[in-house]
């Protein structure tokens, strides 16, 4: 049994014990059952959350609806981050059902394959304005609107990737827009503070998403994570999950702006160990 089994067991059957009984919160990215929205969604249900959940259109819609379904969820809406009305229709919605927001999951990013490959240098104008909108900025969009409806404090988080902090093969201008994300946490969580909301990023290692294969040789990065890590594996969901209800949850009610690595400890390591190096290569 893994501790996050054991965990979600203590929660079981509690009800209004459970750590996230009676709190509402919109989740905006499951693309499908491998989306780490998912993961975060799927472990906040069972520790007694009220899920609303969006998607980007028709094409998602067919995958989402059911996932959604299967937690309960009432409230499964369209949104593309980039439009504004689409981000007003749904706090409207929001704000008529419930009444009142506790959180918000924020697991959206979007960048043009044919530049997550090659040279950072080749960024199109375009495609950079593109990314930061839809990959940045939504965060600060969405927690402007989530704000006067977070009226009992309230926690926003998003997700990042170490290739905002360093360079990693072909992450290009998505670290650019992941180094403002995680920028714009900071901001975001002193802005709000004081209404008692706090802002967190969860900086996640590499994952076998829709997103995460975008990204060229995504398999060798996956690969070398994983012998590199000082956990020596790549992160489940299920932790990813898991990282998600603790920074939703009042088990962090002390902490905001801050970026959490869930990789196995990958971001801790300079120089790997020669000898894995080598193991590798023979
Ligand atoms: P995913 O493909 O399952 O999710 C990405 C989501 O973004 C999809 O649901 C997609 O519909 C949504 N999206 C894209 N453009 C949108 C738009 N204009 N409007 C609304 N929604 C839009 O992949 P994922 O890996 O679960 O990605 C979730 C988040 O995690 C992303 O921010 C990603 O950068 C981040 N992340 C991923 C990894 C990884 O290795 N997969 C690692 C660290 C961080």
Redesign the pocket.
């Known amino acids: 049994m893994t501790g996050g089994d054991r965990l979600d067991r203590a929660a079981e059957g509690k009800g209004k014990g459970a750590l996230m009984a009676g709190k509402r919160g919109l989740v905006?990215?499951?693309?499908?059952d491998?989306?780490?929205?998912?993961g975060i969604a799927s472990k906040l249900h069972r520790h007694g959350a009220e899920l609303a959940f969006?998607?980007?259109g028709e094409a998602?819609e067919r995958r989402v609806r059911p996932l959604a379904q299967s937690l309960g969820s009432r409230l499964v809406l369209p949104?593309?981050?980039?439009r504004e009305a689409d981000l007003d229709t749904v706090f409207d919605a929001v704000r008529e059902t419930w009444d009142r927001l506790d959180f918000v999951v924020?697991?959206?990013?979007?960048s043009d394959k044919d530049e997550l490959k090659g040279r950072y240098l080749d960024t199109s104008r375009e495609n950079f304005a593109k990314t930061m909108t839809?990959?940045c900025y939504?965060f600060t969009a969405l927690a402007r609107r989530a704000a006067p409806l977070m009226t009992d404090g309230g926690s926003l988080i998003?997700?990042?990737?170490l290739g905002a902090q360093r360079v990693t093969p072909n992450y290009n201008v998505?670290g650019v827009a992941?180094a403002a994300l995680e920028t714009s946490v900071r901001y975001l969580a002193a802005d709000m503070g004081g209404a008692r909301i706090r802002v967190n990023a969860i900086?996640?290692?590499?994952?076998?998403?829709?997103?995460?294969s975008a990204i060229a040789d995504?398999r060798f990065v996956y690969r070398w994570n994983e012998t590199h890590a000082p956990l020596r594996r790549n992160v489940s969901l299920e932790e990813v999950g898991a990282a998600g209800l603790y920074l939703l949850s009042d088990l962090s009610a002390g902490v905001t702006g801050e970026t959490l690595y869930v990789d196995g400890g990958y971001n801790t390591i300079g120089i790997p160990s020669p000898r894995r190096l080598k193991a590798e290569h023979d």
């Open positions: 905006l990215g499951v693309a499908n491998r989306s780490i929205a998912w969006t998607y980007q998602f949104c593309d981050v980039s924020h697991a959206v990013a979007y839809i990959s939504s998003t997700l990042s990737y998505m992941k900086s996640a290692g590499p994952m076998r998403t829709l997103a995460g995504a």
